[in-house]
């Protein structure tokens, strides 16, 4: 086809298709011109005007019926129908041209009729309101007259023409017919008659205007109500209801024929669619056919040029890819000359190819591989026609390295015949230093640069065989550092990452060779010591250990040293697989922990089930956790002196589903080194807080107690925790005390001080719990800021026996007297203890002699019924001087010694021989010749002490002696006499104590 012709053809589709579419368009437009919402405006805009038309009327109609007397809302719906006649004359455009001027044509009309409408309405107002004044005025003027006093008065005539008048004038107001016309007509004449007849006799006064006046008014009212009449008449036979209509009319007629219209032109745009999809359907069937009429001689076209082209890309490809290989390739002749090499070859084995063409590969040889590798590696190429394996080569400058090495075997298509040989080789020294890099971070810390647990359980596994095999023992020791946290706390972790250095660096330094020291993480090691020949050889080595990390340390800021706690389990005597010896050296640790640290632990079957039923138990209180099994009882703290209740302690329950409720020292001792306790403490201090709130809403105002222990107290969040904890109960926190055991604060004081001072900044009070267990330092106590101080039970308890005990308490008293701490004494179990403590100036107690532990809801109830021991109150107002206290010690010793008689003769033991003979040879008879005597002699009740005393010697002496003759029935039948005797000492001690108290100051 010939250039013009072509273009002249591309020129006819285009214009056509520019035709086709400009009538489409067309189309499109003819059957879419009816605007649906301009008609529904349109058709609104009718309806209100129809709307408005009855509403003007209607509004008329109850204005002159006197129902409405406002004329506002007439003129508006008279302003609003004109205001939309003018918006009916904007047809809409979708109209035909006939149509749309018949529509407007009525438009004008309609609004003709509205003008006329709105002048007559406005005519209809001003003579409404002129007949409503007088109508208004006429009675009120009429009642006025006639009930006026005036001078001259008015005659009977005159008042009932007067009232006649105005009543016919009414009348007619209200129905204007021709007899309340006629009757209007007569009385107004009458009401004439009369005032001509009053002026002849001259009787016209000041009235007569005032009569006139109403007759004015009356005449006002009789043409008005004409007028309106006559306007309501002709407002109602404006044409404008069925102008309206005709409107209506004229525009469904004209939407009808436009819709009629767009539906035609909408047909015949979907009859010419479908001719031109039916005409595109030809058009793409022939393309179809074109199309793989070209497609079958493209493919013929294709597989013959692809061929042609195959081999050319075969032979650059096999080019490229010999010359741009990464790894050397060598091609040899079958005899294993060198016939071509690659730039990789050249730059792996720095031998240039020319260098190397026609001579044999032998030139690369390291000399690492002797004759028999090399005679396998041909037997191998022989055999399967190649080989693939690792071998060190040497390149030309004498550099040894790896290589990853295949060599192929090329022969003939045809024949079968060796023809060539193909080896290609890579550099792996890379590969194999990465090999050994993920080794070492496979199998070793990368700290302390020791095996970490993957190559321990390895190495584990190879020592038990080995063990096996020479009848040898093996320890599997795991060591744990004591003291280490601190060191991370006070110096970071970086001087803790210091400090595992040093020490992995002393366990290497420390062991045999053939042993293993590995690292599984935090401060945890694992110690193999093989080859033992009994427990004693392990021993020795442990204790090597030990002394070897006990030494300072000099990395550290300051100097400082920790020690270790190792547990054991020797193999075969406990003949588990590794992670159970693992697992039991683990338990030995702990118990080696428990002991007090610095020291080892051996495993034992024992040890295993005692370590089970700790994981069982500990397991059990996080279900009774939680299952909210758990409750709290309530201990009262006095004030013995004072009689009063100063609070309580909780103290925490297990409510077991069968055991009932179990005691704390049963669970708690087991989960003090596990994250459990944090959560009970949790629990605790949160359900402590909410018994307070429900106790201040009863009106009870009372400290609580609450212990806390060490590994909740060191948690980083703990003062974030009481802090959330406490900001529900807005009040509560300076009737919250937290109960730190002293063995616990003494684990790192500069923490515990710090804890302390931030929850005192929340308002929360501290205590030192069971003081006296520990170091209880001086430089301790400075530095702890806990407000109060409780004296451990297991001092109190024993005052009334034990001398020593007494001296303790004495001592602790005296120690919160001079820091000023609040002091609390625990275990108070008789009256008399608390007496004693009173005696000593210590006033708070707690204890089962003032009341068992009990529920929340109890101690209301208990409150209202407690009252103070009668003898508290007896020495309430006393005191006793620090001289007197060896007084109170006399008493004890006493008391202990009896007490050692009553035993001895109940179990027919010696009696203890405490000169029994000399009655002033004993410690009660020591202290009463000698303090007693300087300090009491002047005392009767001094006087008073001797005489029991020695009958208690007396009859001691003669129970030792019935002992002696194994008359042991007879010795025991003396102890009432001993008892009565004893009690007379202490009677005549507690009279002598009365005598020399002096009153309490303040």
């Not at 273009?7 to 067309?26: N, P």
């Not at 008279?78 to 205001?83: L, M, N």
């Not at 807005?730 to 003494?746: D, K, N, Q, R, V």
């Not at 000593?840 to 021991?869: K, T, V």
Request: glycine residues 6%; contains cysteine.
């Amino acid at each position: 086809m010939q250039p013009p012709l072509r273009q002249s053809l591309r020129l006819g589709i285009v214009a056509g298709a520019l035709a086709l579419i400009l009538v489409l368009a067309g189309l499109f437009m003819r059957a879419e011109a009816v605007d649906s919402e301009q008609h529904f405006a349109y058709a609104q805009l009718l309806r209100d005007l129809r709307e408005l038309d009855a509403r003007i009327d209607g509004e008329l109609l109850a204005n002159r019926l006197e129902f409405s007397r406002n004329y506002d809302a007439l003129t508006r719906y008279t302003e609003e129908a004109r205001r939309r006649v003018a918006l009916a004359r904007q047809v809409p455009t979708y109209l035909a041209a006939v149509p749309r001027d018949a529509v407007a044509a009525a438009a004008d009309a309609l609004l003709a009729s509205l003008q006329r409408k709105a002048q007559a309405v406005d005519d209809f107002k001003r003579n409404e309101s002129v007949l409503r004044n007088s109508l208004a005025y006429l009675p009120t003027a009429s009642a006025s007259l006639l009930d006026e006093r005036l001078e001259p008065p008015l005659s009977m005539a005159e008042r009932q023409a007067i009232s006649r008048y105005v009543r016919s004038v009414l009348v007619f107001a209200r129905s204007p017919d021709e007899g309340s016309q006629a009757a209007l007509v007569k009385a107004a004449e009458q009401l004439a008659a009369v005032r001509m007849t009053e002026a002849t006799v001259g009787r016209r006064g000041a009235h007569d205007e005032r009569v006139q006046n109403l007759q004015r008014h009356g005449e006002v009212i009789q043409v008005r109500m004409s007028a309106v009449d006559r306007l309501m008449a002709d407002i109602f036979a404006l044409p404008t209801r069925d102008q309206l209509e005709a409107l209506s009319r004229d525009y469904t007629a004209g939407h009808g024929q436009a819709l009629d219209l767009a539906a035609r032109y909408r047909t015949l745009l979907y009859a010419l669619m479908v001719a031109l999809a039916a005409y595109l359907a030809l058009t793409f069937v022939r393309l179809a056919r074109a199309r793989r009429s070209l497609e079958a001689a493209h493919r013929e076209l294709s597989a013959r040029f692809a061929a042609q082209q195959a081999a050319e890309k075969r032979l650059r490809l096999h080019a490229t890819a010999f010359e741009s290989a990464h790894d050397g390739i060598t091609l040899t002749d079958a005899r294993g000359n060198i016939l071509d090499v690659n730039p990789a070859f050249s730059r792996i084995t720095g031998w240039a190819r020319s260098e190397v063409i026609g001579r044999n590969p032998r030139v690369l040889k390291s000399g690492r591989h002797d004759q028999a590798f090399y005679e396998a590696m041909w037997r191998s190429i022989a055999q399967d026609g190649g080989w693939h394996g690792e071998i060190w080569n040497r390149n030309k400058y004498g550099e040894i390295y790896p290589e990853l090495l295949s060599i192929s075997a090329v022969r003939d298509g045809v024949s079968g015949e060796l023809t060539n040989y193909v080896a290609v080789f890579a550099d792996i020294r890379r590969l194999k230093a990465q090999e050994r890099q993920l080794t070492k971070m496979a199998y070793y810390d990368a700290l302390t640069e020791l095996p970490n647990r993957a190559l321990l359980v390895d190495r584990l596994e190879q020592a038990t065989a080995q063990a096996h095999r020479s009848g040898s023992l093996l320890a599997v020791c795991y060591l744990d550092l004591d003291g280490f946290k601190p060191i991370n706390d006070k110096w970071g972790h970086e001087a803790g990452d210091h400090v595992l250095v040093e020490i992995a660096r002393r366990l290497r330094l420390a062991l045999r060779g053939g042993d293993t020291v590995a690292r599984l993480g935090g401060d945890e090691f694992v110690l193999l010591l093989l080859g033992l020949h009994g427990e004693a050889e392990c021993h020795e080595a442990i204790q090597r250990f030990l002394v070897q990390i006990a030494q300072p340390l000099a990395c550290l800021p300051e100097p400082a040293a920790v020690s270790a706690s190792v547990g054991v389990t020797l193999f075969p005597k406990d003949s588990s697989d590794s992670d159970t010896l693992l697992r039991h050296a683990d338990q030995a640790m702990y118990l080696a922990k428990q002991a007090g640290k610095n020291g080892y632990q051996l495993f034992s079957p024992a040890l295993d089930h005692s370590m089970r039923s700790r994981y069982d138990l500990v397991a059990h209180l996080r279900e009774a956790l939680r299952d909210k099994a758990f409750v709290l009882h309530y201990q009262p703290q006095v004030d013995m002196r004072a009689g009063k209740v100063m609070g309580v302690e909780a103290l925490i329950r297990w409510n077991h589903p069968e055991r009932g409720l179990v005691a704390p020292n049963e669970f708690l001792p087991q989960i003090e080194d596990d994250d459990l306790i944090v959560r009970l403490g949790d629990w605790v201090i949160e359900e402590a807080l909410a018994q307070l709130a429900r106790w201040r809403e009863l009106g009870l105002v009372l400290r609580v107690g609450v212990n806390v222990a060490s590994r909740q107290l060191q948690s980083p969040d703990f003062v974030q925790k009481l802090k959330a904890q406490l900001l529900p109960y807005p009040g509560i926190a300076p009737h919250l005390e937290l109960e730190l055991l002293e063995t616990a604060a003494l684990e790192d004081v500069v923490k515990t001080s710090k804890v302390i001072d931030d929850c005192r900044a929340l308002g929360v009070g501290f205590s030192l719990d069971d003081f006296g267990t520990g170091y209880s330092s001086l430089t301790y106590l400075k530095r702890l800021p806990a407000e109060t101080i409780k004296i451990d039970q297991s001092f109190v308890r024993e005052i009334l026996s034990d001398h020593n005990n007494l001296i303790i308490v004495q001592g602790v008293i005296g120690l919160a007297k001079a820091f000023q701490r609040r002091l609390i004494a625990e275990g108070v179990e008789t009256p008399e203890h608390g007496r004693l403590l009173m005696q000593l100036n210590c006033d708070l107690a707690q204890g089962y002699g003032i009341a068992r532990p009990m529920p929340a809801d109890a101690l209301p109830a208990w409150l209202q019924a407690w009252r103070p021991d009668p003898g508290w109150m007896e020495i309430a107002g006393l005191a006793w001087q620090v001289a007197d206290y060896p007084l109170f010690i006399a008493a004890v010793e006493h008391r202990n010694w009896v007490a050692q008689l009553v035993y001895a003769a109940n179990e027919g033991l010696p009696v203890p021989q405490q000169h029994l003979e000399d009655h002033r040879r004993c410690q009660f008879g020591i202290w009463y010749d000698t303090v007693g005597r300087s300090r009491y002699a002047g005392h009767a009740q001094y006087g008073a002490l001797d005489a029991p005393h020695r009958q208690v010697h007396a009859l001691a002496e003669r129970m030792d002696q019935l002992w002696r003759d194994g008359r042991n029935d007879e010795a025991r039948r003396c102890l009432p006499e001993l008892i009565a005797s004893r009690d007379a000492v202490l009677a005549a001690l507690w009279a002598l104590q009365k005598v020399i108290a002096v009153p309490r100051e303040g």
